[in-house]
Structures are given as structure tokens and as C-alpha cells.
């Protein structure tokens, strides 16, 4: 009778360890169960995340690429409009030859000139010392712009007649044609010339105005020049 009592106690145990066991391996399960699920909502979570900040990164990229090319666009339809609308002035300040002899005309005055944007330069002229008497032509005197800026040797060291590359249909551009004195020997003129600029590369700043004896396309020698250079007005 104790015997089969024994036995009965040694089942219970055994009966015990395995509810045991099942219950371990139970929770076990559900926690590998729920790491797992933890895991894949992490992995999906991270997944949305990265598209999000690749999306937005992506959005950012095209939005600032897109004002960048505004605002250049803008600035630099700014910046023609300007260059378009700004005035600029020169001012050649006219003397006699220096290496004259005789100084038969002591021509001075002013040559004043003006350009808005890219339109027409235009020159106001205002001339004296014309001699009325040195000449039976004395009335017609070539005006040529010159591309150097040099008095050093008088009006010998100015160069070559000033050329533009692109002055359509002037082929000689740095001629202006005549100047015309009064019975005085005065010139007050204003003339507009649109194959020449003051402000590009190839401009006429810094190069030299040179009046001769005889008209433009026959002239000798050089009566007067000057160097014309920038200046704020008139």
C-alpha cells in the first residue's frame, strides 16, 4: 500500500515537471513571437521612415534647385535691365598738337559725350581757334577717333585709326566725318553715332579724338586731339 503510494506521489511530480516545461516552453514561444513581431513593426517603421526622409530630401533638392534657377534667372534679367537703363558719360578735352610749328589754329574746347544703355553714343561739340584765314577749304576738318590714348608724342602717337569689329555697315568706324567752323571759327555741334559704344570691351574709352587740316577723307596733319575718358555727368 505505501508502495503504490510512492508511485502515485512519484507521477504527480512527473505530471508537475512536464506542466512545468510546457509552460516555460509556452512563454518562451509567445516571447519569441512577440520580438519577432516588435521586430518586423521596427523594420516597417525604419522602411516608411527612410522613403519619407528620401522623399522629402528629394522634394527639398527640386525646391531649392528650382529657386536657385529663379533667382538667376531673376538676377540676371535684373542686371540686363540695368545695364539697359544705366547712362554713361565721357569727356575729351580738346587741345592744339603739340608738335605744330606754326600753331596757325589754336583749336580748344570740350567734346561731351553720352550713351544710354546700348543706344546711340552722342557727342555735344563745342570748339574755337579755328584760323578762318589759313585756307580757301577752311571750313571742313576730318574727325577720326584713334585707338590709343597716348599724347606723349602729340597727336603722332595715338596709332592707327580706332576699328570695330562689328560696326555693320561702317567700315571705316573710326571715322566721323567732317567738322564744319563758322565764319568765327567755332564748332557747336551734336551728333549721334550708332556703331560706337563707351562701354564694352572694344569701346572708345581711353582711346583718343583727333581733328585734321582738310576734310576726312583727304586730310594732312593732325590740328588737335584729345584723350577721352570717363566722368560722371554733364
Given at each position: ?7 502515485l ?29 516588435y521586430t ?6 525604419n522602411?516608411?521612415?527612410?522613403s ?8 527639398l ?14 538676377s540676371s ?32 574746347g570740350?567734346i ?7 543706344g ?39 596709332g592707327?585709326?580706332y576699328?570695330?569689329r ?17 565764319e ?51
Amino acid at each position: 500500500m505505501y508502495i503504490k503510494h510512492e508511485m502515485l506521489i512519484r507521477c504527480l511530480f512527473s505530471v508537475l515537471e512536464i506542466v512545468k516545461m510546457f509552460k516555460t516552453i509556452v512563454i518562451i514561444s509567445l516571447a519569441l513571437m512577440a520580438a519577432a513581431a516588435y521586430t518586423e513593426h521596427e523594420s516597417y517603421n525604419n522602411r516608411h521612415l527612410s522613403s519619407h526622409h528620401r522623399n522629402a530630401h528629394r522634394e527639398l533638392h527640386v525646391h531649392l534647385h528650382v529657386h536657385q534657377e529663379e533667382d538667376h534667372h531673376h538676377s540676371s534679367d535684373h542686371e540686363q535691365c540695368h545695364e539697359a537703363a544705366a547712362e554713361h558719360f565721357a569727356h575729351c578735352e580738346v587741345r592744339p598738337n603739340s608738335l605744330l610749328s606754326d600753331f596757325v589754329h589754336q583749336i580748344h574746347g570740350s567734346i561731351k559725350m553720352s550713351q544710354k544703355g546700348h543706344g546711340p553714343l552722342t557727342m555735344k561739340i563745342g570748339l574755337s581757334g579755328f584760323n578762318v584765314n589759313a585756307e580757301s577749304n577752311h571750313d571742313k576738318h576730318g574727325f577720326h577717333i584713334h585707338e590709343f590714348g597716348d599724347l606723349s608724342n602729340g597727336c603722332d602717337s595715338v596709332g592707327e585709326m580706332y576699328h570695330v569689329r562689328d560696326s555693320g555697315y561702317h567700315s571705316h568706324s573710326g571715322d566721323l566725318g567732317d567738322l564744319f567752323h563758322d565764319e568765327y571759327g567755332y564748332v557747336n555741334d551734336t551728333r549721334s553715332f550708332d556703331w560706337i559704344s563707351m562701354d564694352h570691351h572694344d569701346g572708345i574709352l581711353g582711346r583718343s579724338l583727333v581733328i585734321y587740316q582738310g576734310n576726312h577723307s583727304s586730310h594732312t596733319g593732325a590740328l588737335a586731339c584729345c584723350i577721352i575718358g570717363r566722368c560722371h555727368g554733364h
